[in-house]
């Protein structure tokens, strides 16, 4: 009877379901992908694999955070110079290791941003420098995976037209965030109020904070260099973890071109974004072995190349579980 006095004193609150009903699907996932894979064909293949690729590979995903960890650093130093690399540099990791669990792709972004706020920097800069960062690395593997749809047989017409307008939102809204119609939000407030508008306290709070916001918005709107410099990052993080998955790959007897793997990492990392799975876990490995079983890739291999991807993508964010433990300790 207590039991249940205290269940209905602390009702299941609606985030609980969502976090459950994600790790169920990350688990369905993995299942899946695990019921046709043989253990000793995989064993087999493991032991070909020379330890050399692998650290090879971890050395190459390494770059790829620190060219994460930079780009921001550059687009939050522009809006707030007191903020250093070394300040960047743990709440990046931090973020990056989290991501590892939480259940969205984007977590990460808030514990970096949660990090650095209670040590005093901005909340509404780091927030801003965030979402731009964010915005450019999406947007360049958007665009490199639109390139990469048409040049696959994998999808069915359907599934295209679902990347495509998936594509075209998010570039739509890069564009509204960088053009100058949004960023004439205030004046157009300002005549709402001169027309004799209702003032609730609730209203000039939102258009308090728009401000502020759009305010940021504009200033790396006044930097185009600074936004292509945060392009050519993006480029050469994307083309680093396909190096990665290149050489992992070969390293487990994987004959592809590069070219191919140009094609599919895109649009497999577009599949990491999607906030189904806990980290994108399972959603990554089942999109990268279906297009590597479309391209005549064995099941076998496919799944490995996958895991072992897995193992050096949380080795390489493992300085980030060093910084909350100190946090914790």
């Not at 743990?90 to 792709?105: I, K, R």
């Not at 909340?123 to 801003?128: A, H, N």
């Not at 070969?250 to 094609?263: R, V």
């Not at 996958?306 to 910084?323: C, E, H, K, M, R």
């Amino acid at each position: 009877m207590q039991m249940r006095n205290d269940a209905m004193k602390n009702p299941a609150h609606p985030n609980d379901f969502l976090l459950y009903g994600k790790v169920a699907f990350t688990g369905g996932l993995l299942y899946l992908l695990f019921t046709r894979f043989d253990a000793q064909q995989a064993s087999n293949l493991l032991n070909h694999t020379h330890v050399s690729a692998l650290l090879m590979a971890v050395v190459v995903h390494a770059l790829v955070f620190l060219c994460g960890n930079l780009r921001w650093w550059l687009l939050l130093r522009h809006i707030q110079p007191t903020c250093s690399f070394s300040d960047t540099t743990p709440a990046y990791y931090l973020g990056l290791f989290c991501n590892n669990f939480l259940p969205t792709g984007f977590g990460g972004d808030v514990v970096r941003v949660t990090y650095l706020s209670a040590r005093n920097h901005e909340v509404g800069k780091l927030i801003s420098s965030t979402l731009v960062d964010r915005v450019l690395g999406l947007v360049v593997l958007l665009l490199t995976g639109l390139l990469a749809i048409p040049m696959q047989n994998i999808f069915s017409e359907t599934e295209r037209q679902a990347l495509l307008l998936l594509t075209g939102a998010v570039l739509a809204a890069m564009v509204l965030v960088f053009s100058g119609w949004l960023l004439a939000y205030p004046t157009l407030v300002k005549r709402f109020y001169q027309n004799g508008a209702r003032q609730s306290a609730l209203f000039l709070k939102i258009h308090h904070i728009m401000s502020q916001f759009l305010h940021l918005i504009r200033l790396y709107q006044q930097a185009p260099w600074l936004l292509l410099s945060g392009v050519a990052f993006s480029l050469l993080i994307q083309a680093l973890v396909i190096l990665v998955y290149a050489i992992l790959g070969d390293s487990l007897g994987i004959e592809l071109p590069l070219a191919s793997y140009f094609l599919m990492i895109p649009l497999v990392m577009l599949a990491t974004n999607i906030p189904f799975s806990l980290g994108g876990l399972g959603l990554r490995e089942g999109a990268l072995v279906a297009m590597l079983v479309g391209m005549g890739v064995d099941y076998q291999q496919g799944v490995l190349l996958s895991l072992l991807y897995l193992l050096v993508l949380w080795l390489t964010t493992l300085p980030g579980g060093l910084v909350l433990l100190k946090i914790r300790l």
